[in-house]
């Protein structure tokens, strides 16, 4: 496939058929305790997919430029880990002094992002499938965005469900975790629209 | 250090206080893995080492670590630890390393490391930090390890790669593509809520 069409297939694939979260597991800790509400999950996904896409680009330029040359790779998880931590620690700094209304928006969930896993696993994906630049934006801002989408169909699905009777020991998490279930097996329908490695 | 306590702290996290059960932490990197026994094997032994070690460090240093920048230095031995990991699997289990790809280094985001250095090692001695991250790593390892044994017997027949059910079994596939992950753990926990804490009847 050529060099234009690659990073776009590869962007799709991250948003369905690959998804991050309903079929690589990554990211559930804050998918399962923040989908309760459909605007805190739309917030956090957006957030999500904004350091996703940022955080794979720099990563791997850190790792192209720095890692490599100087054969350090076995350091890419404490250098990633790093730079992920400092980069949303930087936006936070950023957005807290330019805009009130987007701090209260986002602020919140920012901290939550340095630990999720589903940031740090794009950029190790990123690396194991030596993708090229571009190709790494389009993975991460995919992924992110697949995330995006899987949280809120989460948080629409369980603000139905809240009059619903659910058996004692399935309510919370248990139903959460059906319900990724049959999300992912949804999500296989897309099996076969486009396939990367 | 009274044996009694030792003991307590051992066994909490593999009853009552199990953090997969109770709280729904640190599966996102190791549920991935559990369509093999031998994978699952494998990560939850890199997890056990993991919280073992990471809290026995932690609470050793705990009174020399500023608290504004705790969680750096927590991700910091983390990742050094996972490193370890890393490096042994690929020199001694080059197969096993690859099959597992991002996943071991994803081992440190997991909740339940940081989530028992918090909770646990800041607060406490080193010894009594290690027998709980021990024991927190088992109390999962062993959670994921029932998931994975259904998964695999279900999904191909198979137990550790090896053939169990004959000729006249329909292999499940749905158990080890992702829904069978999601369905497994969501069944597991339904049952212990139900069966272990009574939840059903308060």
């Not at chain 1, 009059?163 to 959460?176: E, F, Q, R, V, Y």
Request: proline share 3%; charged share 10%; aromatic share 14%.
């Amino acid at each position: 496939m050529n060099d234009i069409l690659f990073p776009l297939a590869v962007f799709f694939a991250a948003v369905f058929t690959n998804n991050i979260l309903l079929t690589n597991y990554l990211g559930m800790c804050s998918f399962l305790s923040v989908s309760k509400e459909l605007e805190t999950s739309a917030g956090l996904g957006i957030a999500v997919t904004f350091v996703m896409a940022t955080t794979t680009a720099i990563n791997w330029v850190v790792y192209h430029f720095l890692l490599v040359p100087f054969q350090l790779e076995y350091l890419r998880f404490i250098v990633f880990i790093i730079i992920i931590a400092a980069f949303v620690q930087l936006i936070e700094m950023v957005i807290e002094r330019y805009s009130e209304g987007l701090y209260f928006a986002l602020g919140i969930f920012l901290p939550l992002i340095t630990v999720n896993c589903a940031i740090l696993g794009a950029s190790l994906f990123m690396v194991i499938r030596e993708y090229s630049f571009m190709t790494s934006f389009f993975f991460g801002f995919g992924s992110g965005l697949g995330w995006l989408i899987a949280i809120m169909a989460m948080a629409g699905i369980r603000q139905r469900l809240r009059t619903a009777k659910i058996p004692a020991g399935l309510d919370g998490a248990g139903i959460a975790l059906i319900i990724a279930g049959f999300m992912a097996m949804a999500f296989m329908g897309f099996n076969g629209m486009i396939t990367i490695s | 250090m009274a044996a009694g306590m030792i003991k307590k702290t051992f066994l909490a996290p593999l009853g009552k206080d199990n953090p997969v059960f109770v709280q729904i932490l640190g599966i996102c990197s190791t549920l991935a893995v559990t369509n093999k026994l031998e994978n699952t094997m494998v990560m939850t032994l890199g997890v056990m080492f993991t919280t073992a070690l990471s809290s026995w460090t932690l609470s050793v240093m705990r009174k020399w670590i500023p608290s504004r920048i705790r969680m750096m230095v927590e991700t910091m031995i983390i990742a050094t630890y996972v490193i370890i990991v890393d490096i042994a699997l690929k020199a001694f289990y080059p197969e096993m390393w690859k099959q597992l790809g991002p996943y071991v280094g994803l081992i440190i985001t997991n909740c339940i490391v940081m989530g028992r250095i918090e909770a646990f090692a800041l607060q406490n001695k080193p010894m009594l930090s290690l027998v709980d991250g021990l024991a927190s790593g088992m109390g999962y390892a062993y959670v994921l390890l029932v998931i994975a044994f259904f998964r695999e017997l279900l999904g191909t027949g198979t137990l550790w790669g090896y053939q169990i059910l004959g000729s006249w079994w329909t292999n499940w596939s749905i158990m080890i593509m992702p829904p069978g992950g999601f369905f497994m753990l969501a069944i597991f926990i339904w049952i212990v809520r139900e069966a272990v804490f009574k939840e059903g009847t308060k």
